[in-house]
């Protein structure tokens, strides 16, 4: 089952990626799920705020949208 998408300023993330985890991604530069295919996961790990949970459904939005983290 999709997870419905919560925005927070022009950022949308899937349901479930914590406040402290957007706000790591805005800071970073991205605004949508789909920019994620160009970071490395261990870089996005790295930012502050951004835990193993958000990674998990943000790998697997990526993953829904035929698409991975970067190598």
């Known amino acids: 089952m999709a997870k419905k998408a919560i925005s927070e300023g022009k950022e949308t993330?899937?349901?479930g990626v914590a406040k402290p985890a957007q706000r790591a991604l805005a800071s970073a530069?991205?605004?949508s799920v789909d920019q994620l295919?160009?970071?490395r996961?261990?870089?996005l790990a790295a930012l502050h705020g951004m835990g193993q949970k958000a990674l998990d459904?943000?790998?697997?939005a990526l993953k829904q949208?035929?698409?991975t983290f970067s190598k």
Do not use: S, T
Not at 57 to 60: K, N, V
């Open 29 to 31: 530069g991205y605004k």
């Open 13 to 15: 993330w899937p349901k």
């Open 57 to 60: 459904i943000l790998r697997d």
């Open 41 to 43: 996961e261990e870089d």
């Open 37 to 39: 295919a160009n970071a």
């Open 65 to 67: 949208r035929g698409k």
